[in-house]
C-alpha cells in the first residue's frame, strides 16, 4: 500500500504547522523582550492577515486553478462586517478578545455568502473570462461599500445605502451616545483596535488546517481533478460546480475572516484600501511562493511584505525595486534557458553536497 | 437635449475605450496575455506629449506623434525584454510579469515626473455650439470619435488585406502552424505590440484632453475598463472591441448623470457580467468548445 | 458490489426478472434479461449537420459489444450522447430503465455508465492512486467537515479506498508505480490506468474509446484478455470504440456498424464480416466488387 507517499504528505503538512508555531514562538518572545520597535510590531497583524490571504487565495488559483483578481473584495466584506460586529457588540460584550472572535466569525460568513453569489456568475466562466469577472466584482464591492453609512445607538443597528452621496452620517439619526461606524467614503473611523498577534496566529493556523486537510480528502482531490482535467472529473462522477463552488466560497470566507481582523487593526479604514491592487498583491504573493504550494505562499508573504519596509531606506526607489525584483524573478523562474541553468546549477551542487554526505 | 449632451459625452468617452482597447485585443489576440502594463503605456504616452508639447513647444499634433513614436518603441522593448522569454511560460507568470511592467511603469513616472499632477493642455480646444448654444460639444469629442473610427476602419483593413495583418490572424489563430508556414512569429508579436502602443499614445493624450490632470496612475482604471470593453465586444475581434468601447463610454456617462456618480463603475461592470453570462465570448466573440 | 449497484437502480424491491422478447444479443450467463442499455431513435445534429441519427441500440447486461465504422461515422459523439457531454436533440437513452434525459455527466456516471477517452484524459499531475482515488469519490461517504475536522469517519473511509484503489491498480499492473505521476507513465500503461480509473466508479456499463489506440500487437493481445476478465471479474457490460479488427471480431459478442452517422449493420462478428454494406463502407463502391 502507498502508505510512503502519504506519511511524507502527512509530514510536509506538519513541517508547515511547526514553522508557523515556531516562527510564533519566536516573535512573541522577541516583542515581550522589547527587541521589536513600534515600526516591526505594528507588521505583525498585517502580516499574519495577508498570510491567510495568501493561503486562501492558493486554494482557488493554485488548487482549483482558476484565476482570482477579485479577493481583496472579500477581505473587504469580511473587513467591514468585522468591524459592524465589534463595535456594535460593544456594550453587549466587554470581552475584547470575544469581541475578536465574534467579529470574525461574522466576517467570514458574510465574506462566504457573497462569495456563493459570486460565484453562481463567476464559476460558470473560464480563464481570463473568470478572471477579468472577479476583477469586476471585486471593484462592485468597494463601490458598495463606499456607499454605507453605518451607526449604532442604544436602539440597534442604523444603515443607510448612499447612492447619489446626499447623504451625511446625520441622516443615521442617531441617539444621544450613539456611534457612527462606518462613515461612507471616509470608510470605518474610530474604531476601537482590539486585532492581536496571538489572534493572527490563531486564525493563520485554522487557515492551515481547513486548507491542508481539505486538500488531502476526497473533496480536495476532486477540487484537483476539477483542475486537471474538467471533463475527465464529470465523466468519474464528481460534479464540477459543487466543487467549484466548494473551493471559492471557502478561499472567500477565509478572506474574510482575514479580512475582519485587518479592519479591527486600524482606528481608520477606508474601503478603497481594498482595491484591485490589493488583490494583485496576494496574487503576487501566491504565483511567486508557487501554485499550490501552501508553505510557498506563507514565506513569500512575509519576504515581499517586508521587502518594501526594508526597502524605506531607499525611499522613493523602493517600489521601483519591487517591480524589477518582480520581473527579475519570475524571468529566472520561468524561462526556460534560464530554468535549466539553474537546474542545472542545482544538480551539480545536489550531487557535491550528496558526496559529502557519502564520504562522510 | 440634457440626455443628447450626456450621449455625446459618453460617445466620446467611449470613442477613446474604444481606441485603448483596439489595441488591447490585438494583443490579447495574438499573445493571449492580460497585458495589465497597457494602460501604463497610455500614461506614459500623456507625459510625453504632455512634455513635447510645454518643453519643446511643439504643436499639438506633432507632440502627439511624438509620444506614438516614443510609445512604440517602449512596447517593442517591453514585448523583447519581458514577455518573450515567457513565451512558452504557464499564462499566470507572464500575467505577473506584466503587472510588474506596470508596477515599473508607474513608479518609475513617479520618479521622473513626481506625483502631482500635470495640468494637460486639451490638443484642441474650443467647443461647437448647437441648437441656439442648449449643446455644447467640444471639438476634443469630435477629434477623438473620428480618431477611433479611422482607426477602427484602418485596422481592419491592415488585418483584413495586408500580408503582415493576415500574419498576425494567422499568429492569433495557431502559433505553431503559422511558424511552420514561414511567417516570423516573433516579429509579428513585436508589430502587434508597437501598433497596440502607439494606439495607446493617441488615447493617452486624447484621454488627458479630455479629462486635464496626468498622474502616474491615470492609466490604471482606463486600462482596465478597456479591458472590459474588450471582452464586452468579444475578444480578438476589432469592430467587437470598437462597439464595446462605445457601449462601454455610453454605459459609464449616462449611470453617471442619471444613478449614482458612486456607483458608475459598479453599472458598467454589472452590465459586463451580465453580458457574459448571456454570450460567454462577448457580443461579437466566436465560442470555441473543447474537443472530447 | 451488486448490492450497491441494485440500490442504485432502486432495484430491492421491484423484480425486474420479467423475461422479454429480445432481438438483441443476451449473453446465456445473464440471469437478468432486461438490457442494461436502451438508445432509441437516438441522434444530435449541429447547426443543420446530423452528426447521429437514428441510432438504436440495447445492450445485455454483460456483453462485451463493438461499435466500429470509418473515421468521422460519429462513434465518439455516441459516448458523448451516452455520457451526456453533449445533449440529444432527439430520442431516449434508457439506462437500466431509466430514462437518463435530465442527468449530467456526473448523474450519469453514478447511475453507472464510466468511460474512457479517445484522447487520454488523466489527471497528469497527480499520482496513479490519486487517479483511481478520485474515481472513488463517490464510494466514499464523509462530509466536508469530515474531511477538514479528519473524523473517524475520514481515516475508515480514506483506508478502505486506498485499499482498493490498489487492489484496482494491481489489477492492471500498476501498483508497483502507485506513487509516480500519472503523466510520467508510458502510453500504453496510461490507456491501463484510465480503465482502472472508470472501473473505480464502479459502473455497469464501461464504455471503451479506442483502448488500443497506439499499442503494440502484444499489448493489444493483452488488453483483450483483460477486456474480457473485466467483463468476468465485474460482471459488467462493455462497449468499445475500436479500429483494430481482429479485437473487435474476437471479443465482441455483437457490433455495429456507424456510417455517416447511421447505424448500417448490426448482428455478431460473422455476420458483419460478410455484410455488403460494410465492406462498402470501408472500401468503397469498387472494393466492394472485388
Known amino acids: 500500500m502507498n502508505m510512503k507517499r502519504y506519511f511524507k504528505d502527512a509530514r510536509a503538512d506538519l513541517l508547515t504547522y511547526a514553522g508557523v508555531i515556531i516562527a510564533f514562538l519566536v516573535i512573541s518572545a522577541l516583542k515581550s523582550n522589547g527587541m521589536l520597535n513600534r515600526s516591526q510590531t505594528g507588521l505583525l497583524v498585517p502580516i499574519c492577515c495577508y498570510i491567510v490571504m495568501a493561503v486562501s487565495l492558493n486554494l482557488t488559483v493554485g488548487i482549483l486553478g482558476d484565476l482570482s483578481l477579485g479577493h481583496a473584495g472579500f477581505m473587504s466584506v469580511g473587513a467591514f462586517s468585522g468591524v459592524i460586529t465589534a463595535m456594535g457588540l460593544m456594550n453587549v460584550i466587554p470581552s475584547a478578545p470575544m469581541r475578536l472572535a465574534l467579529a470574525m466569525v461574522v466576517g467570514a460568513l458574510c465574506a462566504a455568502i457573497v462569495g456563493f453569489l459570486v460565484g453562481i456568475p463567476v464559476l460558470r466562466l473560464n480563464g481570463d473570462y473568470l478572471a477579468i469577472v472577479t476583477l469586476a466584482f471585486g471593484e462592485i464591492i468597494k463601490e458598495l461599500i463606499t456607499c454605507l453609512i453605518v451607526g449604532v445607538d442604544s436602539k440597534g443597528l442604523h444603515v443607510i445605502f448612499n447612492v447619489n452621496g446626499s447623504k451625511t452620517a446625520n441622516d443615521l439619526t442617531l441617539l444621544d451616545g450613539g456611534r457612527i461606524i462606518i462613515k461612507g467614503a471616509q470608510g470605518a473611523t474610530g474604531t476601537k483596535t482590539i486585532a492581536t498577534f496571538t489572534a493572527g496566529f490563531i486564525l493563520i493556523m485554522i487557515t492551515l488546517v481547513i486548507v491542508q486537510n481539505l486538500v488531502r480528502s476526497r473533496h480536495g482531490r476532486a477540487i484537483m481533478a476539477v483542475r486537471d482535467n474538467r471533463i475527465a472529473a464529470d465523466s468519474v462522477g464528481i460534479p464540477v460546480t459543487k466543487y467549484k463552488m466548494m473551493a471559492f466560497v471557502t478561499s472567500a470566507s477565509l478572506a474574510g475572516a482575514a479580512g475582519a481582523l485587518f479592519g479591527l487593526n486600524y482606528s481608520n479604514l477606508a474601503a478603497a484600501k481594498f482595491d484591485f491592487n490589493t488583490s494583485i498583491l496576494v496574487l503576487v504573493f501566491v504565483v511567486l511562493g508557487g501554485l499550490g504550494n501552501i508553505w510557498g505562499s506563507i514565506i513569500a508573504t512575509v519576504i515581499l511584505y517586508i521587502l518594501p519596509e526594508a526597502l524605506r531606506g531607499f525611499s522613493t526607489y523602493r517600489m521601483l525595486i519591487y517591480a524589477i525584483v518582480l520581473i527579475v524573478v519570475m524571468l529566472t523562474t520561468n524561462n526556460p534557458i534560464l530554468k535549466n541553468y539553474f537546474a542545472s546549477l542545482r544538480s551539480k551542487f545536489g550531487k557535491s553536497r550528496e558526496k559529502e554526505a557519502s564520504a562522510s | ?292 | 458490489m451488486s448490492e450497491s449497484k441494485k440500490r442504485r437502480a432502486g432495484l430491492e424491491s421491484v423484480s425486474p426478472v420479467v423475461p422479454v422478447q429480445t432481438t438483441y444479443y443476451v449473453p446465456e450467463r445473464d440471469v437478468d434479461k432486461s438490457p442494461i442499455l436502451q438508445c432509441i431513435n437516438l441522434g444530435i445534429s449541429f447547426g443543420g449537420l446530423k452528426a447521429v441519427e437514428d441510432f438504436n441500440l440495447t445492450l445485455g447486461r454483460t456483453e462485451i459489444a463493438g461499435l466500429i465504422g470509418p473515421n468521422g461515422a460519429g462513434k465518439t459523439t455516441i459516448f458523448n450522447l451516452l455520457t451526456k457531454v453533449y445533449q440529444p436533440t432527439h430520442g431516449t437513452i434508457l439506462l437500466d430503465g431509466r430514462d437518463t434525459a435530465n442527468m449530467t455527466t456526473a448523474q450519469v456516471n453514478r447511475a453507472g455508465i464510466a468511460r474512457t477517452f479517445q484522447n487520454i484524459r488523466l489527471f497528469h499531475n497527480q499520482t496513479v492512486a490519486d487517479n483511481v482515488l478520485i474515481g472513488l469519490h463517490n464510494e466514499m461517504d464523509y462530509g466536508m467537515l469530515g474531511g477538514i475536522l479528519r473524523l473517524p469517519g475520514y481515516w475508515r473511509a480514506e483506508k478502505i479506498a486506498r485499499n482498493r484503489a490498489m487492489e484496482y491498480l494491481a489489477l492492471f499492473h500498476l501498483d508497483q508505480h502507485a506513487d509516480e505521476l500519472a503523466g510520467s507513465l508510458p502510453y500504453g500503461a496510461q490507456r491501463r490506468l484510465e480503465i482502472a480509473r472508470a472501473l473505480a466508479t464502479n459502473p455497469s456499463l464501461l464504455l471503451l474509446d479506442e483502448p488500443a489506440a497506439g499499442m503494440n500487437p502484444s499489448e493489444t493481445a493483452e488488453l483483450m484478455e483483460n477486456i474480457v476478465k473485466i467483463r468476468d471479474t465485474f460482471h459488467i457490460a462493455i462497449l468499445l470504440i475500436e479500429h483494430d479488427m481482429s479485437l473487435v471480431m474476437n471479443i465482441c459478442e455483437g457490433i455495429a456498424v456507424l456510417n455517416f452517422g447511421r447505424l448500417i449493420a448490426k448482428g455478431n462478428a460473422e455476420a458483419i464480416r460478410n455484410d455488403p454494406t460494410v465492406v462498402e463502407a470501408y472500401l468503397g463502391r469498387k472494393g466492394a466488387k472485388e
Do not use: W
Request: overall charge positive; proline content about 3%.
Open chain 2, 1 to 292: 437635449m440634457k440626455f443628447l449632451a450626456y450621449l455625446v459625452s459618453g460617445i466620446s468617452l467611449g470613442s477613446i475605450y474604444a481606441i485603448i482597447a483596439l489595441g488591447y485585443t490585438m494583443v490579447y489576440g495574438i499573445a493571449k496575455m492580460l497585458n495589465f502594463a497597457h494602460g501604463d503605456v497610455i500614461m506614459v504616452g500623456g507625459y510625453i506629449s504632455f512634455l513635447a508639447a510645454t518643453n519643446l513647444g511643439l504643436p499639438a499634433l506633432l507632440s502627439v506623434l511624438v509620444a506614438m513614436a516614443f510609445c512604440t518603441v517602449l512596447g517593442i522593448l517591453i514585448e523583447g525584454l519581458a514577455y518573450r522569454p515567457l513565451r512558452s511560460a504557464p499564462s499566470l507568470a507572464v500575467l505577473i510579469t506584466a503587472i510588474g511592467v506596470s508596477y515599473f511603469l508607474q513608479n518609475a513616472a513617479l520618479l521622473i515626473f513626481g506625483a502631482n499632477p500635470k495640468a494637460y493642455t486639451p490638443v484642441v480646444s474650443g467647443t461647437l455650439k448647437l441648437f441656439d448654444g442648449q449643446l455644447s460639444i467640444s471639438y476634443v469629442s469630435i477629434v477623438t470619435v473620428v480618431c477611433c473610427v479611422v482607426i477602427m476602419l484602418a485596422l481592419t483593413a491592415f488585418t483584413g488585406k495586408t500580408r503582415m495583418g493576415k500574419a498576425m490572424r494567422a499568429c492569433s489563430e495557431d502559433k505553431g502552424a503559422a511558424q511552420l508556414m514561414g511567417i516570423n512569429v516573433n516579429r509579428t508579436i513585436s508589430l502587434t505590440f508597437a501598433i497596440g502602443s502607439a494606439l495607446a499614445a493617441v488615447a493617452g493624450a486624447l484621454l488627458c484632453s479630455f479629462s486635464p490632470t496626468l498622474m502616474p496612475t491615470t492609466g490604471s482604471m482606463p486600462g482596465i475598463k478597456a479591458f472590459t470593453a474588450a471582452v464586452f465586444g468579444g475578444i480578438g475581434s476589432i469592430p467587437g472591441a470598437f462597439i464595446g468601447g462605445i457601449l462601454l463610454g455610453v454605459i459609464e456617462a449616462l449611470s453617471r448623470a442619471y444613478i449614482s456618480t458612486q456607483l458608475s463603475n459598479s453599472i458598467v461592470f454589472a452590465v459586463l457580467i451580465i453580458i457574459l453570462l448571456v454570450r460567454p465570448a462577448g457580443l461579437m466573440g466566436k465560442r470555441t468548445q473543447e474537443k472530447v
